[in-house]
């Protein structure tokens, strides 16, 4: 199975500024099928960004996804206040499908 | 409008069967595979299983392989998960979800229902 990490953990920020999120494979992500999802309290998760750069139906254009291979980025450059919430990569390329830990974006 | 209402979840003991089911709307059912993601309290998703969009193809993940059976009724646009011997480690909300594209089965995961909540215990 191919095992995503996420870093960091948590992300401390105020709004407008811009945030990295990492993810990191460890194996090659085939195809770059690697999803990110956005998720907030209480609510299932949001697909984002799929095929490592493409954004979803209704994704703002502040959310860019970047990557290959074995490595990820979703950025988001520039925060606004919907979007302090959990991201999680996913790699959809093979079964199973695996999810990484998450990162936490909070309000600093 | 996409729709994806899971209903059947509840308490169960350990080694006990559940059966969840999702009714589905807004959207040609027979055209998509669809999956179960479940995602337990304070942790990250973990998917489940797939199917595709004529029945004919299954995947599991390892942790439920063998255990849960993933079905579907395209006359009733209804996705199901059959669960057996259950484990405490099942305990999770688990959510019904459509993927992307209208492929035979696509892996990728598009849009979610609002969960059923799993809870096993003794």
């Known amino acids: 199975e191919n095992v995503l990490t996420q870093s960091p953990d948590t992300l401390s920020l105020s709004p407008g500024e811009r945030a990295t999120l990492s993810c990191r494979a460890s194996?090659?992500?085939?195809?770059?099928?690697l999803a990110w999802y956005q998720q907030k309290p209480g609510q299932a998760p949001r697909l984002l960004i799929h095929?490592?750069?493409s954004g979803a139906p209704g994704t703002p254009d502040r959310f860019s996804g970047s990557g290959s291979g074995t490595d990820f980025t979703l950025t988001i450059i520039r925060l606004e206040p919907e979007d302090f919430a959990l991201y999680y990569c996913?790699?959809?390329?093979?079964?199973?499908?695996?999810f990484g830990g998450g990162t936490k974006v909070e309000m600093k | 409008q996409v729709q994806l209402v899971e209903s059947g979840g509840g308490v169960v003991q350990p080694g006990r069967s559940l059966r969840l089911s999702c009714a589905v709307s807004?959207?040609?059912?027979?055209?998509?595979?669809m999956h179960w993601v479940r995602q337990a309290p304070g942790e990250g998703p973990e998917w489940v299983a797939v199917?595709?969009?004529?029945?004919?193809?299954?995947y599991y993940a390892d942790s439920v392989k063998g255990r849960f059976t993933i079905s579907r009724d395209n006359s009733k646009s209804t996705l199901y998960l059959h669960m057996d011997n259950l484990r405490t480690e099942d305990t999770a909300l688990y959510y019904c979800?459509?993927?992307?594209?209208?492929?035979?089965?696509?892996?990728?995961?598009?849009?979610w229902g609002p969960g059923t909540l799993v809870t096993v215990s003794s």
């Open positions: 807004g959207f040609s059912f027979s055209s998509y595979g």
């Open positions: 979800t459509k993927s992307y594209s209208a492929d035979p089965i696509s892996f990728l995961i598009h849009n």
């Open positions: 194996q090659s992500v085939g195809r770059n099928y």
């Open positions: 199917i595709s969009s004529d029945g004919t193809d299954k």
């Open positions: 095929r490592a750069s």
């Open positions: 996913q790699q959809y390329a093979a079964s199973p499908l695996t």
